[in-house]
């Protein structure tokens, strides 16, 4: 469950990404079909609860993935959104695994991934 003291220890860490990889990363993420969006959420959050203390402290993507959690709305596209991010502070690559689970989001993945490791 989320709690006030897990939220605090969740924020946007400074990652080296420009505003553009995120743009491309956010408009990516909106290519997951919708049937897969309940169980990327789920394997995300849980990633994203069991490990949050070990990478994250702050509070600004805390809050933002606590207020989605409130509303119901983590397994929306800005859910992933925001989950994924998080996942991909604590360890990128296990955010990539959790990210390809099946073919197409796999495809995915990939893209992110180069879109990540191109340097503009």
């Known amino acids: 469950m989320l709690t006030p003291q897990i939220v605090s220890e969740i924020t946007e860490k400074k990652i080296e990404l420009s505003k553009d990889q995120m ?8 290519y997951i079909p919708k049937y897969n969006l309940k169980t990327l959420s789920e394997k995300l959050y849980d990633f ?9 402290k702050g509070h600004t993507l805390g809050r933002t993935i606590f207020h989605l959690y409130e509303l119901n709305r983590l397994d929306t596209y800005v859910g992933i959104e925001k989950l994924f991010y998080a996942a991909m502070i ?10 390809s689970i099946d073919d197409e989001t796999r495809k995915i993945a990939d893209k992110l991934r180069y879109l990540i490791e191109t340097v503009e």
């Open 23 to 30: 743009v491309k990363i956010y408009n990516n993420i909106q």
């Open 90 to 99: 604590i360890s990128p690559e296990e955010a990539f695994n959790i990210l």
């Open 48 to 56: 994203v609860i069991e490990n949050a203390d070990k990478k994250l």
